[in-house]
């Protein structure tokens, strides 16, 4: 099955700085990979998501990237702001039948 | 807006207790989820289902069951709790496609074992 690896496991960057945060996924099937938020005790939120036809995609602050030849995907974020401390996860799917498989999540941490 | 409830924020069952988790979705969604949030191992999945009265076992299916009688309503059963099952438990739902489609949580239920 599928097997999605996230890295880093933890990020600490300045306010103002850019974040970035890496996946890789194993099944060459595997064509939906969404980022997801989870703010401390809260839901995780879609943030942004890409598809496999696609190379790239932003919204505002944020953009995802997708390398399907080397099963990678990244997650950007410019202008770093305090409020984007959260823990981010990133995912990937075959169909729209089959679950989410969750990289293990990355705590961001944006210091003023 | 999608919503997904939780039936409880914070429960506390004793080892050996068969105890229920519900999950209520209102957006008429095929696909549901049960996953288990652990610090350090991310959002595993346990159990999930495409269609009432059908399921299908996740990564981590041991010690638990699930029923999906309606559509709306996808619940998790630990037939005999025990510590290790402390966790935070996340339900999530989504609609059938083609290709992958948003997962829409619900605010999780904290399960304490003693």
């Known amino acids: 099955g599928e097997n999605v690896e996230q890295h880093p496991s933890t990020l600490s960057v300045q306010e103002g700085d850019s974040a970035v945060i890496k996946c890789t996924y194993s099944d060459s099937a595997s064509n939906y990979f969404p980022w997801y938020k989870q703010e401390l005790g809260k839901r995780p939120q879609l943030i942004i998501d890409?598809?496999?036809?696609?190379g790239e995609k932003k919204d505002q602050r944020i953009a995802v990237t997708l390398n399907k030849t080397a099963k990678h995907f990244s997650l950007h974020i410019t202008e770093t702001q305090p409020e984007d401390s959260a823990v981010y996860f990133c995912?990937?799917?075959?169909?729209?039948?089959?679950?989410?498989?969750f990289g293990k999540g990355t705590r961001l941490s944006v210091i003023a | 807006d999608v919503k997904v409830t939780q039936s409880s924020r914070y429960l506390v069952k004793r080892t050996g207790e068969k105890v229920f988790l519900e999950c209520v979705q209102d957006?008429?969604?095929?696909?549901m989820f049960w996953y288990r949030q652990d610090p350090g191992l991310g959002l595993r999945l346990i159990y999930f289902?495409?269609?009432?009265?059908?399921?299908e076992k996740g990564d981590i299916p041991e010690g638990y069951s699930v029923s999906r009688e309606k559509k709306e309503r996808f619940s998790l059963i630990l037939e005999s709790a025990s510590t290790n099952q402390t966790s935070m438990y996340l339900c999530?739902?989504?609609?059938?496609?083609?290709?992958?489609?948003?997962?829409?949580f619900g605010q999780g239920t904290r399960l304490t074992v003693v």
């Open positions: 995912a990937a799917s075959i169909s729209g039948n089959t679950p989410l498989v």
């Open positions: 890409i598809r496999s036809n696609v």
């Open positions: 957006m008429d969604h095929e696909n």
């Open positions: 289902s495409y269609d009432v009265k059908m399921k």
């Open positions: 999530a739902s989504s609609p059938s496609a083609g290709g992958g489609t948003e997962a829409f």
